[in-house]
């Protein structure tokens, strides 16, 4: 196989549902690194802030010819005015959710090639998930969200299950209580760290265990109870890099697993892989974020999460040959966008990191005292952004990399 033939139909579906095909010249894209230069009047050369990339950018000539190239092309510029996320298939570079940017330029050769126009259009890659920051009460927007999620996934869980019949339900409740004691096992450290989160964790799981029997006829309370026992250790005054972590390792134990082999099984699974990610969620609006780092990679942390399990969600749904009633899914991602908009949006309010190498050795009371300008209020914090331990709190080595904030 050659270039030649890998190439494919070049063609444009819009938001409604129209799909025009079109014939084109060279081809191109365009790939922009989102990096921001700062320079410091203190420290010599640039600091260059990594950002991640932007959305791809695909310029196109679209050529239509023949006898009604006229009623094509017009076709094409409707549709390219169409409101919302259509889908560019490019002939290089595969399938695309783009919307057209800036002008669309239509030309008519009516003298040098008279049956043919060319529409030129500039395409960017979108991102289905839009960062809201303009929120009066962004915490209580979160929460919202997330209660929205909850009510959504129990009527969705109770619609979808089939718990009809003694061998279903067995075979379910096997899986559920699995799944219950991972739970219990991942997150029972984070809840131990507060005593009223804890004790609503234990009453939450010690309630559904008991009366799982009765439960399982009870699918809408079971489904709501689970997102509510799930996201109990999030309000705990710990760590959010461990909260973070607890519940992403619990939702990769569900995603690197194989498919689910019954629809009950995937339902169950689905339930509380997208449960952790409004742990994640609520990890965040719970919690005081001191540097602008913590909250832009608790940002990232969380979208990755949601790209993770949707993903597994997808491949779980072909396979199954499933349908998803999607009104669980569209209250998650809203609550993940409302929470990086939050964090994005607070970041740009908190400490910027800066990093310094020794020249010297130094004690940790003299440097907390020239980098913050005091000691009582920041030694502590210099030691745990770095790490500290051992012989460095009594002295730092020459050479030793410090991270700071301002």
């Known amino acids: 196989m050659t270039w030649r033939d890998r190439l494919v139909e070049a063609a444009y579906t819009a938001p409604s549902g129209e799909r025009i095909t079109f014939e084109y010249e060279d081809v191109s894209r365009r790939s922009e690194k989102k990096t921001a230069a700062f320079n410091f009047a203190d420290a010599n050369g640039t600091y260059i802030q990594d950002n991640g990339t932007a959305g791809r950018q695909y310029p196109v000539l679209a050529i239509f010819s023949g006898p009604d190239y006229d009623i094509a092309a017009t076709a094409f510029e409707r549709i390219l005015l169409e409101k919302g996320t259509g889908i560019l298939e490019h002939p290089s570079y595969g399938a695309q959710n783009v919307v057209p940017f800036g002008s669309i330029n239509r030309r008519d050769n009516l003298t040098s090639k008279a049956n043919q126009a060319i529409v030129e259009v500039s395409f960017f890659d979108t991102t289905d998930i839009a960062y809201p920051t303009a929120q009066s009460d962004p915490g209580s927007e979160v ?25 279903p339900a067995a075979q379910f409740k096997n899986n559920y209580l699995s799944l219950l004691d ?9 809840g131990n760290t507060q005593k009223n989160v804890n004790a609503q964790f234990k009453t939450i799981t010690d309630s559904i265990n008991l009366g799982i029997d009765v439960l399982v006829k009870q699918p809408l309370t079971l489904a709501f109870q689970t997102s509510i026992m799930v996201q109990a250790p999030s309000r705990a005054l710990t760590d959010i890099r461990a909260r973070l972590d607890a519940y992403k390792t619990l939702a990769a134990t569900i995603t690197s697993g194989n498919l689910a082999s019954t629809k009950n099984q995937f339902r169950t699974q689905d339930l509380y892989a ?15 974020f001191t540097t602008k780092t913590e909250a832009i990679e608790a940002a990232q942390e969380v979208l990755s999460q949601l790209d993770t399990v949707v993903n597994w969600r997808d491949n779980n749904l072909e396979n199954l040959d499933e349908i998803d009633q999607g009104a669980a899914y569209q209250q998650l991602q809203e609550a993940v966008a409302l929470t990086a908009g939050f964090l994005v949006e607070i970041s740009f309010t908190l400490k910027q990191e800066r ?11 003299d440097l907390a005292s020239e980098l913050y300008g005091s000691i009582d209020d920041q030694l502590d914090f210099l030691i745990s952004s770095n790490d500290l331990s051992g012989d460095e709190i009594l002295e730092l080595p020459e050479g030793r990399e410090i991270v700071y904030y301002i």
């Open 274 to 288: 997208m449960s952790y990610v409004t742990g994640s969620v609520l990890s965040t609006i719970n919690n005081q």
């Open 355 to 365: 990093r310094i190498t020794l020249n010297r050795a130094r004690t940790i009371i």
């Open 182 to 190: 991972n739970a219990q096992t991942g997150l029972q450290s984070i």
């Open 143 to 167: 929460i919202s969200a997330v209660n929205n999620f909850n009510n959504a996934a129990a009527q969705e869980f109770s619609d979808v299950t089939d718990l009809a019949g003694a061998v």
